[in-house]
């Protein structure tokens, strides 16, 4: 079934009725509002019968979206939980991406069980998304088994380069439950995509899968490292364009992050008129229900949106088990191969006693680096008290103000 894009009254239609599939009413209504408010700059995307607004959002008409309104009555009511949890199942992976955010580790696989335990605690705990990364993930020969733990309390998300994903994996994956896979893909020109990635096949490989991903009646995103270039000379049109005849749903546009191979701040860092600039692009693109849906994180992190989710809404568990606040946030709280995921969670909420914006990447590389002197995830608990000093006092994001948090 071809997917089918909302926009205008029609998107406010169908997410109108969608969302009257969950339980509103015990959500404060200016949270409601707010949220309603903000679907201007969305698009909806109707596949197979569940719309998506984006890969950030629960997709409604699920279960799922059941989950999602617990999290937020939860918040309302004073209580927190993680809305979303990423396991990285390996740290093996074919390329060698100049800004890659996963900083090494062991070559050897967490065992399956660890990692069994460990999703069911998070569903347990109330996680609306289970998200499954690396390395690259597919890999690992049992993805489709790890993915097929997640049952339906949780929409499942898949990140990869597109390595392995042939027809018959892309098959496999949804057989197994999975609700999205996001392929990495910086360029609609070959050449500069394969620079990017320091191999030649890694063009080629990433167009393939997502033309299998599409073929398989998956929700399939882009994730796109965008560049000031890309985003002021118009190649971003061009780039949205070749996404659009390929018929990809979604593209996730994402900013260098100082972390793993970046983690010293060598790279082009965006300014807030560039984060402006995402806003627009977004508002616009998602006026034309001809292209793929654009969700761009700097507007989902922004401070007038969910802001940083770091550690309490998002959670990011490495492919060594250690427990971090986010994906590009290598502070190591404690290991699921030695403590429980709600432990260590519970833990680390000590250091995050509540919502604030400001991407602690940015905010702390530089003395995450200092103390850590190269070795990552920085486990010392005096080192770790040290990073969260060096935040200062972050204000609440307007999502979270509107549920009642001060």
């Known amino acids: 079934m071809k997917a089918k894009h909302y926009t205008g009254i029609l998107k406010y239609l169908r997410l109108g009725a969608a969302?009257?599939?969950?339980?509103?009413?015990?959500?404060?209504?200016?949270?409601?509002?707010?949220?309603?408010?903000?679907?201007?700059?969305?698009?909806?995307?109707?596949?197979?019968?569940?719309?998506?607004?984006?890969?950030?959002?629960?997709?409604?008409?699920?279960?799922?979206?059941?989950?999602?309104l617990r999290y937020f009555a939860n918040v309302s009511k004073g209580g927190i939980n993680p809305l979303s949890v990423y396991f990285s199942v390996t740290n093996r992976c074919h390329l060698s991406c100049s800004y890659c955010s996963n900083s090494g580790g062991s070559s050897s696989d967490l065992g399956f069980e660890t990692l069994a335990r460990s999703v069911k605690q998070a569903q347990d705990m109330g996680a609306a998304c289970i998200g499954f990364t690396g390395g690259e993930p597919l890999l690992r020969p049992d993805l489709e088994k790890l993915i097929s733990l997640a049952d339906d309390r949780s929409y499942t998300l898949l990140f990869t380069s597109g390595h392995l994903l042939d027809q018959t994996r892309a098959r496999a994956l949804k057989a197994a439950g999975l609700?999205?896979?996001?392929?990495?893909?910086?360029?609609?020109?070959?050449?500069?995509?394969?620079?990017?990635?320091?191999?030649?096949?890694?063009?080629?490989?990433?167009?393939?899968?997502?033309?299998?991903?599409?073929?398989?009646?998956?929700?399939?995103?882009?994730s796109m490292v965008i560049t000031k270039d890309i985003l002021y000379s118009g190649r971003i049109y061009e780039f949205i364009k070749f996404a659009g005849g390929l018929g990809v749903h979604e593209i996730r546009i994402l900013r260098p992050k100082p972390c793993g191979k970046l983690i010293k701040g060598n790279f082009e860092m965006l300014e807030e008129r560039d984060v402006m600039k995402f806003v627009e692009l977004q508002y616009e693109i998602n006026q034309d229900p001809s292209l793929?849906?654009?969700?761009?994180?700097?507007?989902?992190?922004?401070?007038?949106?969910?802001?940083?989710?770091?550690?309490?809404?998002?959670?990011?568990?490495?492919a060594d088990g250690d427990v971090c606040p986010c994906d590009f946030v290598p502070l190591g709280f404690g290991n699921i191969s030695e403590e429980a995921f709600g432990d260590i969670y519970e833990r680390m909420l000590k250091s995050f006693p509540e919502h604030a914006h400001g991407?602690?990447?940015?905010?702390?590389?530089?003395?995450?680096?200092?103390?850590?002197?190269g070795k990552l995830p920085l486990k010392d608990p005096g080192a770790l008290k040290q990073v969260m000093a060096s935040l200062g006092n972050r204000p609440v994001p307007k999502l979270y103000r509107k549920l009642g948090c001060k």
């Open 359 to 373: 991407c602690i990447s940015q905010l702390a590389y530089r003395e995450i680096d200092r103390l850590s002197g």
């Open 179 to 222: 609700t999205a896979i996001v392929v990495s893909l910086d360029s609609h020109v070959e050449k500069e995509h394969n620079s990017k990635r320091n191999s030649a096949s890694a063009y080629g490989e990433a167009v393939a899968a997502l033309k299998n991903s599409i073929a398989a009646g998956l929700y399939t995103a882009i």
């Open 292 to 318: 793929p849906a654009i969700m761009s994180l700097p507007h989902i992190g922004a401070i007038n949106n969910f802001g940083c989710s770091a550690a309490r809404t998002h959670v990011y568990v490495n």
């Open 19 to 68: 969302a009257m599939s969950g339980d509103l009413f015990g959500l404060p209504p200016k949270f409601l509002w707010f949220m309603a408010r903000q679907m201007r700059f969305e698009k909806v995307t109707d596949l197979n019968g569940k719309l998506f607004v984006n890969t950030t959002y629960t997709p409604l008409n699920t279960r799922a979206y059941t989950t999602a």
